[in-house]
T-cell receptor, first 114, second 110 residues
Framework: KNQVEQSPQSLIILEGKNCTLQ??????????LRWYKQDTGRGPVSLTI?????NTKSNGRYTATLDADTKQSSLHITASQLSDSASYIC?????????????FGRGTQLTVWP | EADIYQTPRYLVIGTGKKITLECSQT?????MYWYQQDPGMELHLIHY???????EKGDLSSESTVSRIRTEHFPLTLESARPSHTSQYLC?????????FGPGTRLTVL
């Protein structure tokens, strides 16, 4: 069964600290993996997208890694800010069509305290 | 910021009412989607469209219906709302590589 599991479910950190969010998937075939940031009451916004051959990709203070062999990905946030408080969603595409079918994780709810 | 819009942003209605959630995009995308999301849960695809006059049901069974008469417009309709329809509804459109989401409509049915 194609699934995307994220951990932890929720996380609280102090402003300025780093954190790492995890994503494990069983989706096959694999096309790409995306990380989205979803602010409360808003739609998800794309942070990174990685294909099979990419191991790491950065977007400012966000760095995503991908290990396609173990089917694991992580999102590392450096020097957290209050505005980083949001849900971070891991999404895996199976590449069945041009965009592929998307499998969504439940997200990690990150809270950054001052 | 993606050019995809949803109205209303918030809606509180009584049981049995007919409602239409609006979604429009100005990016010229052929593919559009509707998702349902409950708090702390993953997004569930309820409808999608590959272009004008194309509509398909998604993975999650839904009593809603959609139409795609124009490329930029993909409204979702509930003929008779029930409390079980209370949820957040997210519209999205995509090009070949990326999916862009609207801000969502938070629907509450009393």
């Amino acid at each position: 069964k194609n699934q995307v599991e994220q951990s932890p479910q929720s996380l609280i950190i102090l402003e300025g600290k780093n954190c790492t969010l995890q994503c494990n998937y069983t989706v096959s075939p694999f096309s790409n993996l995306r990380w989205y940031k979803q602010d409360t009451g808003r739609g998800p916004v794309s942070l990174t997208i990685m294909t099979f051959s990419e191991n790491t990709k950065s977007n400012g203070r966000y760095t995503a890694t991908l290990d396609a062999d173990t089917k694991q990905s992580s999102l590392h946030i450096t020097a957290s800010q209050l505005s980083d408080s949001a849900s971070y969603i891991c999404v895996v595409s199976d590449g069945g069509s041009t965009l592929g079918r998307l499998y969504f994780g439940r997200g990690t709810q990150l809270t950054v305290w001052p | 910021e993606a050019d995809i819009y949803q109205t209303p942003r918030y809606l509180v209605i009584g049981t049995g009412k007919k409602i239409t959630l609006e979604c429009s995009q100005t990016m010229g995308h052929d593919k559009m989607y509707w998702y349902q999301q409950d708090p702390g849960m993953e997004l569930h695809l309820i409808h999608y469209s590959y272009g004008v006059n194309s509509t398909e049901k998604g993975d999650l069974s839904s009593e809603s219906t959609v139409s795609r008469i124009r490329t930029e417009h993909f409204p979702l309709t509930l003929e008779s709302a029930r409390p079980s329809h209370t949820s957040q509804y997210l519209c999205a459109s995509s090009d070949h590589n990326e999916q862009f989401f609207g801000p969502g409509t938070r629907l509450t049915v009393l």
